[in-house]
């Protein structure tokens, strides 16, 4: 046992898949490896499960669908999370509905992440990192001009059901891809075979996406996709979902040159709307029914002009959006025909427009710089005026329209000796207030039982960035480890606001988002890998965060020491995975913040997979176990303490043609 905590410690999984010290990349579909991670699961897995497997990346967990990112210990409201480079906001002010969740893994190409200040070039207001979700798309002249694929997966707990089928056409100047995907879940069991009430959800996905190429080279690409999630569960927060219901389209035009410094320029146009509509009327002993929808609408535009010369490597993004977003509230109580309605999210609209660089550039002998910055600048107005005059109440004088600019610089030194790899780094940045933060009307968190009100006057928050890496690798062995800190200054967080009292039925309070002086939030990570023979290798990682206010007190949901460890056995078409993950106490809770900590875990598993060719169709067998030993757990990251699954076996075949 003591020989298993040790290597737990100690071998970790290498980070292969790093384009520079702070991109990564999964592959999720498709038939390239490349030497990048993929999901046990594979295609059948989630979106929440392939993000788990990111090195930097955790998920605040309010139900067992539609997961909220958080990178560097930093949840969405700084980090940037896109589509193919499309801005899309998510419609509910309770952050069921990241993102995330509007994709499936059946059009996912891969996931981008960038971490901290050097982001992808679409991210804005990203000190904590971005996030890139690249759809699959079938291209001009694939090696097979015709495919046809399909999945059908199963898990035991929760009784997990997936079906997707797809099909491809790739000819010299046309190509289309499209598909569907429909994913079922039951009420789940934790540990010990107990039963998480309101866990289940189901969600249909549906794609297309088509290119044709002129006679130039220049091409015209066009994508479609609709998603629709049901009767969703939420058993860590007051109420559930009744639809989040997504189309996201966009048409993008790419230009090639020929014998000139810049190789493409590509413009994108998109649109997205989003719906959300959360209800309690499934929930039991309610005193007061609510009916809270969302809507988000985002239209926008980015042009990316790519260079290359003989040592360097540009880019350069303009981009332009417009989102509008409304929520509400309305209240009924038993027996009565009395109602009380109330605008959580006040008609604001977003007009944001920045230009974006970036540079790589080789200085020979193994040495290497890379620069980064954008500039951007932006305008929030308030649409309703009855919304205004709420707000106004809290903040005299009060403007109905606000304008910020937002500023982030990034740059990096690396060299290469030998085994070694070194790269050193730092960037500043600042972000403008999100919605909620700036304009939000009692909104209710759970986390914390306050409910709370936005700040129009809130100063922009800023961020001086420092990281560092190092890498070993030789033969067999490759070693890794890196760390980064953030510097913030008008650090943005609630604050309790005595002189208000709570709408909301048992609610501590009323807090008032405010600028703090100073916070300090520190992320570190050591990697290995080990081969130890043609066919077995050994993996693991640990990571660790710390996070501190103006006054010394522990940030909220900061990551205790993880670790995580897997042997592979890779043979022909047959692929063996045994591995164990966990955590130490979390010792340095946000108890001023309302966090309670989490205990310690170690929960294991086993995965395998067959591939197989028969009759022109690659086939692929997967089964695998998770929580082995049925542990009742939650990590630090599960909203009040929402319990993991217990044991779960799931299994998948995948058709291709």
């Given at each position: ?9 100690f071998?970790?999984e290498p980070?292969?898949?790093?384009k520079?010290v ?8 498709g038939?390239?490896h ?15 499960e392939?993000?788990?497997e ?16 958080v ?12 589509i ?16 995330t969740?509007?994709?499936e ?6 996931i ?5 200040l ?11 990192g ?7 798309k079938?291209g001009?002249?694939?090696?097979k ?9 199963f898990?035991?707990?929760g009784a997990?059901?997936?079906v ?44 297309a ?13 066009a ?21 989040a219901e997504?189309?996201?389209?966009s048409?993008?035009y ?8 810049f ?24 005193p ?7 809507k988000?609408w ?7 002009l790519n ?5 360097n490597?540009?880019q350069?993004n303009y981009d332009?959006y417009y989102n ?7 209240m009924y109580?038993d ?21 974006a660089?970036?540079?790589?550039v ?43 600019t ?13 085994p ?13 207030p999100?919605?909620?933060?700036g ?23 800023k961020?001086f960035e420092a ?6 690798s ?9 760390a ?22 048992g609610?501590n ?27 077995i290798?050994?993996?693991a ?8 206010d ?9 990551a ?21 993950e966990?955590?130490l106490?979390q ?15 170690i929960?294991?598993?086993?995965n ?24 009742f ?15 779960n076996?799931y ?7």
């Amino acid at each position: 046992m003591y020989l298993l905590l040790i290597s737990l410690l100690f071998i970790s999984e290498p980070d292969s898949t790093y384009k520079h010290v702070d991109v990564n990349e999964v592959v999720v579909s498709g038939a390239r490896h490349n030497g990048q991670k993929r999901s046990l699961k594979g295609v059948a897995a989630s979106i929440d499960e392939h993000l788990a497997e990111l090195n930097h990346v955790s998920l605040i967990r309010r139900g067992s669908y539609a997961m909220e990112p958080v990178v560097n210990n930093m949840q969405d409201e700084r980090v940037s999370t896109t589509i193919d480079g499309m801005k899309i906001f998510y419609a509910c002010t309770d952050k069921m509905d990241p993102v995330t969740s509007y994709v499936e893994s059946s059009n996912l190409q891969s996931i981008s992440l960038s971490s901290g200040l050097d982001g992808n070039p679409q991210a804005t207001g990203n000190i904590g990192g971005s996030i890139d979700l690249r759809l699959r798309k079938v291209g001009f002249n694939a090696i097979k001009p015709f495919q046809l694929g399909s999945i059908v997966s199963f898990e035991s707990n929760g009784a997990v059901r997936m079906v997707e089928a797809d099909v491809a056409l790739s000819q010299d100047r046309f190509y289309t891809n499209f598909g569907a995907s429909f994913r079922k879940a039951d009420n789940y069991s934790a540990g010990g075979n107990d039963e998480v009430q309101f866990s289940q959800f189901q969600k249909y996905n549906i794609f297309a996406n088509v290119g044709g190429k002129f006679a130039n080279g220049d091409r015209l690409e066009a994508t479609v996709i609709y998603d629709k999630a049901t009767d969703v569960g939420y058993p860590a927060l007051n109420m559930d979902v009744a639809k989040a219901e997504a189309i996201i389209t966009s048409l993008s035009y790419r230009r090639t040159f020929e014998n000139s410094f810049f190789l493409t320029n590509e413009t994108k146009a998109y649109y997205n709307r989003i719906v959300h509509i959360m209800d309690d009327s499934h929930r039991p002993d309610v005193p007061i029914r609510m009916d809270m929808p969302g809507k988000s609408w985002t239209a926008g535009l980015y042009n990316l002009l790519n260079g290359q010369g003989d040592y360097n490597q540009l880019q350069i993004n303009y981009d332009v959006y417009y989102n509008l977003r409304h929520a509400d509230m309305t209240m009924y109580a038993d027996n009565s025909d009395w109602q009380m309605y109330m605008l959580t999210w006040p008609d604001v609209s977003t007009l944001c427009t920045g230009i974006a660089a970036s540079d790589d550039v080789s200085l020979g002998n193994g040495q290497s710089l890379r620069f980064s910055g954008k500039g951007a600048w932006q305008q929030q107005h308030i649409g309703s005026y009855d919304g205004f005059q709420l707000l106004n109440v809290f903040f005299p004088h009060m403007k109905r329209t606000y304008h910020q600019t937002e500023l982030r610089i990034a740059a990096r030194y690396g060299i290469k000796s030998g085994p070694w790899q070194f790269n050193i780094g730092g960037g500043w940045g600042s972000r403008a207030p999100s919605i909620t933060e700036g304009y939000s009307y009692y909104l209710n968190n759970t986390f914390d039982n306050y409910d709370y009100i936005g700040n129009p006057r809130l100063s922009n928050e800023k961020a001086f960035e420092a990281n560092a890496s190092a890498t070993f690798s030789s033969g067999r062995l490759r070693l890794a480890v890196d760390a980064n800190i953030f510097r913030f200054s008008d650090y943005i967080i609630g604050h309790v606001e005595d002189r208000l009292s709570a709408m909301t039925i048992g609610a501590n309070g009323v807090k008032v988002y405010g600028n703090i002086d100073h916070a300090t939030i520190a992320n570190s990570q050591f990697s290995s890998a080990l081969q130890l023979s043609n066919f077995i290798s050994w993996n693991a990682n640990v990571s660790y965060g710390l996070g501190r206010d103006d006054n010394n007190d522990n940030l909220p949901l900061i990551a205790p020491l993880q670790y995580r460890s897997s042997v592979n056995f890779t043979k022909g078409g047959l692929d063996v995975v045994v591995n164990a993950e966990g955590a130490l106490k979390q010792y340095d809770s946000g108890a001023k913040y309302g966090e309670k900590g989490s205990n310690a875990y170690i929960v294991f598993g086993a995965n395998l997979t067959y591939t197989k060719l028969f009759s022109k169709v690659n086939t692929t067998f997967r089964i695998g176990l998770e929580n082995a030993l049925d542990k009742f757990y939650s990590t630090y990251s599960d909203w009040n303490g929402l319990p993991h699954k217990g044991r779960n076996v799931y299994f998948s075949v995948n058709l291709t043609l």
